[in-house]
């Protein structure tokens, strides 16, 4: 059974939360542009992170990267560590290539503030970060311990962090993930699973004119593939099937030996995930001579709101009250490292900044949300049992 402390105690200093200068912090972040293939800076950035945590009661562990990615680092508060405590997931890299921020400089107009991954997620890790070094400015402990979790892969499906994300994530009682808000400012209690399939197709190559009768086309095949995978659509269900990515052929009077397509699969539950995975796993070639191998598999379970994930959510419901505004709760098709804690662990995720644009050349964050957002984090830390 989940225990919370009510909501009358360690109320935080009235200046603490500064929207300027909690922002003032997040624009040194932003302006270390972090591509999740460029590792170097990654870890540019770890080290600055690091670094903030230097003069509190942390421990630090750096995990180094590999496979092309940058370096882990593990916070853990000197308290608590003795039972399951709470676990915050926060990525530091960004979809934005090297040199974006020419086109999206950091600026601030009227409530925005712009540059790349200042929404995803810069802005949410930072504010949990502040809301941390506030709690360690007073005396008093929280009972839970707190595991703070940068990670330099979640752009690209985590595949170098999620065995850390998991095992941490069994440890917890509570997981709280920094990713952006949702629609105005929605808290994040579900998202869909995320799978992803490479489809390979070997025909047999001639010569199109002379001798068509020869061929096995492998991009006639293709066709047949990508209309049986539309038709798994299912938008009633939750159910999307995308073929994002087709290449085949080489020449246009060859019978094209080879083709190729990447497929994205989204699925609300469990039971979808089964049934879809083995049907796109399963698809055999229409066409005699021609052969259809798919490889892939489901890299994010579906992320489904248990009776863990909505207790926690309706704690911090009722401290957003407390602090003067409305937490409404929303499942999104999009897939974060929550997808990894919440089959096992109370998870809330979008707990970051509001704002709008993730991944695109106007991304920003809205400064009023930054205050009230931060102290929600603040008051987890405190209230959490």
């Not at 200046?15 to 300027?20: G, H, K, L």
């Not at 562990?61 to 590999?66: D, I, L, M, N, T």
């Not at 004119?209 to 293709?222: F, M, N, Q, T, Y």
Request: hydrophobic share 35%; glycine share 12%.
């Amino acid at each position: 059974m989940m225990r919370f402390e009510g909501t009358d105690t360690f109320m935080a200093n009235s200046n603490s939360f500064d929207s300027q200068t909690i922002l003032a912090g997040i624009r040194r972040w932003v302006e270390i542009e972090t591509p999740t293939e460029v590792p170097d800076q990654v870890n540019r950035l770890v080290s600055v992170v690091a670094d903030h945590y230097r003069d509190l009661p942390v421990t630090l562990e750096r995990v180094a990267g590999v496979d092309g990615c940058g370096d882990h680092l593990v916070v853990r508060s000197t308290w608590g560590q003795d039972r399951p405590g709470i676990l915050v997931l926060s990525h530091l890299d960004t979809v934005h290539p090297m040199g974006f921020i020419e086109r999206l400089p950091f600026k601030v107009d009227g409530d925005s503030a712009f540059g790349p991954g200042i929404y995803d997620m810069k802005g949410g890790a930072y504010i949990a970060y502040h809301a941390f070094r506030e709690l360690c400015a007073k005396p008093d402990r929280p009972p839970l311990g707190i595991t703070h979790m940068f990670t330099s892969d979640e752009e690209i499906g985590s595949p170098t962090s999620r065995a850390l994300i998991e095992a941490e994530g069994r440890k917890a009682k509570y997981v709280l993930v920094t990713e952006p808000a949702r629609d105005g400012g929605k808290i994040v209690t579900g998202r869909k699973g995320v799978g992803r399939f490479k489809v390979y197709i070997k025909g047999v190559p001639a010569h199109a004119g002379s001798r068509p009768e020869d061929g096995r086309s492998a991009v006639r095949e293709l066709a047949n593939v990508i209309q049986t995978l539309e038709a798994m659509n299912d938008l009633k269900r939750g159910v999307t099937v995308n073929v994002g990515v087709v290449r085949g052929g080489t020449r246009p009077n060859v019978t094209p030996e080879e083709a190729y397509a990447e497929v994205d699969l989204r699925v609300p539950s469990s039971n979808d995930a089964d049934e879809f995975v083995g049907k796109i796993l399963g698809l055999t070639s229409k066409t005699d001579g021609v052969t259809v191998t798919v490889t892939g598999e489901l890299n994010r379970p579906p992320y489904e709101k248990g009776n863990a994930g909505a207790s926690l959510y309706e704690h911090a419901k009722a401290l957003a009250a407390e602090l003067g505004f409305e937490l409404i709760d929303t499942h999104t098709g999009g897939g974060s490292d929550g997808n990894f804690t919440a089959p096992h662990t109370g998870t809330l995720d979008g707990l970051g900044v509001d704002g709008k644009g993730a991944h695109t050349h106007y991304e920003q964050l809205y400064v009023s949300s930054l205050e009230p957002r931060a102290r929600l984090l603040h008051r987890l830390y405190q209230t959490l049992r």
